[in-house]
């Protein structure tokens, strides 16, 4: 307002700044591609360039999917993270419209305890699953890995906190059209719940996609691992001799959900910041 | 669609009658209700409040995996655990990751909040930019940052070297390695600070920016200490608690970049715990740590809550 | 205590034009309303007074003095805001307080923590003190000081709005529906408060609203908006008898005014429903429309009647809606007298004193009624 040259100025002034931190943010992923883009002679060399002489992308592709099964790891975190979705889903939404809509003895107490099971961090209850997972003979399988996560206090809470907000007359309609609770569950709070159960599935899918501490823990096998701890272990057979075809496999495992992201930000925001709630 | 609709005001009155004169329903839609919590009320206790009461019950055992005894040995654990130098390095570790990574990743998040917000011009851009990192797979970025920290060949050195700086041997450098992985934390977290106060901030009424101009608060900096930063308040003690939590379950930079090393400069709680009780498998110790851990996130957990409350301003 | 002068004031937003080239004037201490259905642009000029919009052309001038590229907080003005945009964070009184410290205390003293360490600044919040303590007392929120906005009522935030204007003792006062939200009962308690405050302070007062039954009973003067431009400016009686605009005569007063088609002969003169008015006029021939406010219309004898479809007693007054037959027109009437209130259903005649009609032409513009017919308007009170 005051004058047009201070304003242009601090416009100029705000890039610069946002640009500089931008390149901060944008480092590792330009070094990642141009890394993965190098041939081996060129990724050591103490000179630095981020364009490659030779474009070698395509080499440590092959040679990335060569020494590791990625497509099987790729798959394994498709099916752990769309079978924790579900069954989280399947298992939150009848409480959560419980909880919201219905009177039951011991509702406060049981809302209180999945207030309580937010708290808990997945750290703090990682030996004694363990432990029983062992127990009844789970341990390194696909079940390890979906089982511990199928209860979601967040999720409970998340749409329980969403169904509060579904008018009581829909649902009194429901019972009048003669849609049994289960039915009104799945029929009508569902599709009512579109939204938050969309921001809930991408920050599940997200946190699981991207989770290393609790497969690091219960899987052994090689043809059950999820793509961070494909990365991981590809890293300790390779590093130090082949970053090319590492830092392509890097790439491989981040493309999804970051073309995922690319695509529908406002959505993906959205659901992360879910965990801000947490 | 109108049809729906008409339904639904048609059916409401009658159907509160019928919840105060006939118990019979009210009864049967109470067995649905338990039937409906059954399946969550079970797994909750099975995987969650279950095991938090089994660890720290284990906590005072000397179990083992595998062993076939196991006795209960009071606070011995726990005595071990406080006579034990490896506990005490991560434990200041890990307090070191908070103090630096807290102030860093918040700081940034809200300058970089302020900084979008105050102009018009490119902010989705700016946004997703900052906000990938958040997206990433951590383990792969991990693998990335390593190599970029690399002494010879990394571009970090590169850099430095190129400016007429020293290098450092960044991870194998104890007096420097748990400071790299302090960055990678500051790097990973900003995007998510960012987008929590770039929320906030959009939420404050415009009409105040406004009152402030006419009251005379004629600087950029005189509106921020009226009314931004009070505007702020809540969130930003949010994000520190948030922040704070998540940095207390640092584990997967270290895991996989120093292992705790170099000699324990980068060991952290959760690691140590992670070594005692899946590499070991002393649970009875591991779990012990578990309990001391578990003890700072709830400490946290409940500033929040103090906080939170104290925060709510308008009603 | 100042002069407003707006010279072709010009806006627009994303090329769409919501001012027009407004030419105004208000004048030292009187108090006048801006009032047009919503988006007519008054709340827009409000701003672009205030210097938080800059206009796109045209000039504003506070005291002879052009204020533009001047900060808002520069032209030392006061505003009262639709939402009151008082500080959630802080007290009454530290809300109140905000317009003194910002002027009286440098940057420095202003820092949280070595501020009031520094040498001047407790003489100063001493002054700041006894000023809003003067201000609490006039407008009786001295024991609201410590509390904060939350846990004040609508009508007690929207006192301490008031106050931390007043404490700046501003050159005028700017209000943006500072009435709105707050419900229909204190609406009206408010209404006095203000104008009282107004006669108090003699302060100009520049007051938007969409109400017109604000406007009328509060203002000295009303400038009636209507898309980007300014249609009539005057007194509130001025605006409600002597209207310029057909859309003046229709925004202006509870119930509207009843508008009947009509129609302009060669040799001036004018019908309405078929009969013929002992009135004249110099406009061209052709349709027209004429007014008549529901107080003005006589019912029971006159050449027109109607069907009585609805009746609203109000108690002290009541309205009689009336079906004309064949026109498909309705009209409200206002009857002072509800002890004899018509039947439902039962057929109404009704006429109109001739000075009782205001005449428009088919664009909406009044048309003046001719002053050698000012005789015959006078004679017989039935047309």
């Known amino acids: 307002m005051s004058n047009t040259h201070s304003v242009s100025l601090q416009a100029v002034l705000r890039h610069l700044l946002l640009i500089a931190g931008a390149a901060i943010m944008l480092a590792p992923f330009i070094w990642m591609i141009s890394t993965a883009s190098k041939p081996q002679t060129e990724v050591f060399s103490s000179e630095l360039h981020l364009i490659p002489y030779r474009f070698a992308l395509w080499d440590n592709l092959r040679e990335a999917f060569a020494k590791a099964n990625l497509l099987r790891f790729l798959l394994n975190g498709v099916i752990v993270t769309i079978s924790i979705f579900v069954l989280q889903v399947m298992v939150a939404l009848p409480a959560a419209y419980a909880l919201a809509k219905l009177r039951f003895r011991g509702r406060d107490t049981l809302f209180a305890l999945v207030l309580f099971g937010i708290l808990i961090p997945p750290q703090a209850t990682a030996i004694p699953v363990f432990l029983l997972l062992h127990k009844v003979g789970l341990l390194d399988s696909y079940a390890a890995l979906v089982l511990p996560f199928t209860i979601s206090a967040f999720g409970i809470f998340l749409m329980r906190q969403f169904f509060k907000t579904v008018p009581d007359d829909l649902v009194d309609a429901a019972r009048m059209d003669g849609i049994s609770e289960f039915g009104i569950v799945w029929r009508v709070m569902l599709p009512a719940a579109i939204p938050a159960v969309t921001a809930f599935g991408i920050f599940s899918v997200v946190a699981h996609w991207n989770d290393y501490f609790w497969p690091l823990i219960v899987l052994n096998s090689e043809q059950l691992r999820t793509p961070p701890l494909a990365v991981a272990h590809f890293r300790n057979n390779e590093a130090g001799t082949s970053y090319g075809p590492l830092m392509a496999a890097a790439m491989v495992i981040i493309a999804p959900l970051v073309i995922a992201f690319l695509f529908a930000q406002r959505r993906f925001i959205e659901g992360i910041t879910l965990t801000g709630i947490k | ?315 | ?383």
Not at chain 2, 280 to 307: D, M
Not at chain 3, 307 to 328: P, R, W
Request: charged content about 20%; proline content about 5%.
């Open chain 2, 1 to 315: 669609m109108s049809d729906g609709a008409m339904t639904i005001d048609a059916a409401a009155v009658p159907a509160r009658a019928a919840r105060r004169t006939l118990p019979a329903h009210g009864s049967r839609r109470t067995y649905s209700a338990y039937a409906l919590v059954a399946p969550a009320a079970a797994l909750m206790l099975v995987m969650l409040l279950g095991p938090l009461a089994g660890v720290i019950a284990l906590s005072f055992t000397d179990y083992q995996l595998g062993a076939p005894h196991f006795s209960w040995i009071g606070l011995a654990n726990y005595q071990d655990l406080f006579a034990d130098k490896v506990f005490w390095i991560a434990l200041r570790n890990t307090l070191t990751y908070v103090v630096v990574v807290v102030p860093g990743a918040v700081i940034a998040g809200l300058a970089i909040a302020l900084l979008i917000q105050s102009g018009t011009s490119l902010r989705s851009l700016y946004r997703t930019i900052y906000f990938l990192p958040v997206m990433a797979t951590l383990i792969a970025m991990a693998v990335v940052w390593e190599f970029m920290l690399h002494p010879q060949f990394g571009l970090v050195n590169g850099l430095l070297r190129g400016a007429g700086l020293p290098a450092f041997a960044w991870l194998q450098d104890r007096s420097t390695a748990l400071y790299a992985l302090c960055a990678i934390g500051i790097w990973q977290a900003v995007g998510f600070n960012m987008v929590l106060f770039l929320a906030g901030l959009v939420s404050i009424p415009k009409q105040l920016y406004e009152a402030a101009e006419i009251d005379g608060a004629s600087s950029g900096w005189a509106r921020f200490r009226l009314v931004t930063w009070p505007m702020l308040g809540p969130v930003t003690t949010f994000v520190v608690v948030v922040s704070g939590i998540r940095s207390f379950q640092v584990f997967d930079t270290v895991h996989v970049l120093t292992k705790g090393g170099p000699s324990k400069s980068t060991e952290v709680l959760i690691h140590t715990m992670y070594t005692e009780g899946f590499e070991f498998f002393r649970s009875g110790y591991a779990a012990a740590i578990t309990v001391v851990f578990l003890v700072f996130v709830l400490a946290l957990t409940l500033i929040k809550s103090r906080l939170a409350d104290r925060g709510v301003h308008y009603t």
């Open chain 3, 1 to 383: 205590m100042a002069q407003i002068e707006l010279s072709t004031i010009r806006k627009s937003f994303d090329g769409t034009d919501v001012l027009k080239g407004i030419d105004f004037r208000i004048e030292d201490g009187e108090f006048i309303s801006l009032v047009g259905p919503s988006g007519c642009g008054k709340s827009t000029l409000l701003r672009i007074i205030a210097g938080l919009e800059p206009q796109n052309s045209g000039q504003v001038r506070i005291d002879g003095r052009p204020v533009d590229g001047i900060r808002p907080s520069a032209r030392n003005l006061a505003m009262v805001f639709q939402s009151y945009a008082l500080y959630p964070h802080l007290s009454t009184f530290d809300n109140i307080a905000v317009p003194l410290r910002m002027r009286r205390l440098s940057a420095i003293e202003r820092l949280p923590l070595l501020g009031p360490l520094l040498p001047g600044r407790r003489a100063k919040e001493h002054g700041i003190r006894a000023d809003i303590a003067a201000i609490a007392e006039q407008l009786d929120i001295a024991p609201l000081l410590r509390r904060k906005p939350g846990q004040l009522s609508g009508g007690q935030r929207q006192r301490v709005a008031v106050g931390r204007a007043m404490v700046r003792e501003p050159l005028a006062f700017l209000f943006d529906e500072p009435l709105s939200n707050l419900d229909a009962k204190l609406r009206v308690h408010m209404r006095a408060e203000l104008a009282e405050l107004h006669r108090r302070l003699k302060t100009t007062f520049v007051y938007v609203t969409h109400d017109q039954a604000e406007a009328m009973t509060m203002s000295s003067r009303i400038a009636v908006m209507m898309g980007g431009e300014l249609i009539q400016v005057g007194t509130p009686a001025e605006i409600y008898n002597d209207p310029g605009d057909i859309r003046v005569a229709e925004f202006i007063g509870s119930p509207k005014i009843n508008i009947l088609p009509g129609r302009v002969w060669k040799d001036g003169g004018i019908d309405v429903l078929g009969s013929a008015l002992r009135l004249a006029c110099g406009a061209t021939a052709g349709e027209c429309r004429v007014g008549v406010r529901p107080e003005r219309i006589d019912l029971g004898a006159g050449p027109f009647s109607g069907n009585v479809v609805h009746l609203e007693n109000l108690g002290a007054e009541a309205f009689v809606h009336l079906a004309i037959e064949g026109a498909g027109l309705r009209l409200i009437a206002r009857l002072a007298d509800v002890r004899h209130l018509p039947a439902m259903g039962s057929h109404l005649a009704f006429g109109f004193a001739s000075d009782a009609v205001q005449v428009f032409d088919s664009i909406g513009k009044r048309i003046p009624l001719k002053v050698e017919q000012a005789e015959r308007v006078r004679e017989p009170a039935h047309v």
